[in-house]
């Protein structure tokens, strides 16, 4: 069974940079889309990248598109998210999702992913 750990999470100044990670184990990562949510205080889960299983191809929500880098390395079962140019409406928490399917329609859509983990908090401010 697959178990997702996200990890490098903090407190960062508006402007600046943060890379999280999520590690897989039971499972290797390169056989599932996954997918990045973030919740904010008092709001629904929202998509903001992904990255297929078949080919690597990586997917932004349009209003972070330029902002966000999604990575995935094989050896270490890991995936990643860098975050530049932050800004406080990025303080949520973030979470990493996974399915063996991918089907565009629902690559940013809670019920596109099958697998989670428990997340790792944010927060933008000075």
């Known amino acids: 069974q697959l178990q997702l750990v996200e990890s490098g999470g903090g407190l960062v100044q508006p402007g600046g940079s943060l890379t999280l990670s999520c590690k897989a184990s039971g499972r290797a990562l390169e056989d599932y889309t996954i997918g990045w949510f973030r919740q904010a205080p008092g709001k629904g889960r929202e998509g903001v990248s992904c990255i297929t299983a078949d080919d690597g191809s990586a997917y932004y929500a349009d209003s972070l598109k330029g902002r966000l880098a999604i990575s995935r390395d094989n050896a270490k079962n890991t995936l990643y998210m860098q975050m530049n140019s932050l800004t406080p409406v990025g303080t949520a928490v973030y979470y990493c999702?996974?399915?063996?399917?991918?089907?565009?329609?629902?690559?940013?859509?809670?019920?596109?992913?099958?697998?989670w983990g428990r997340g790792t908090q944010v927060t933008v401010s000075s």
């Open positions: 999702a996974a399915d063996q399917s991918f089907d565009v329609s629902y690559a940013f859509l809670v019920d596109g992913y099958n697998s």
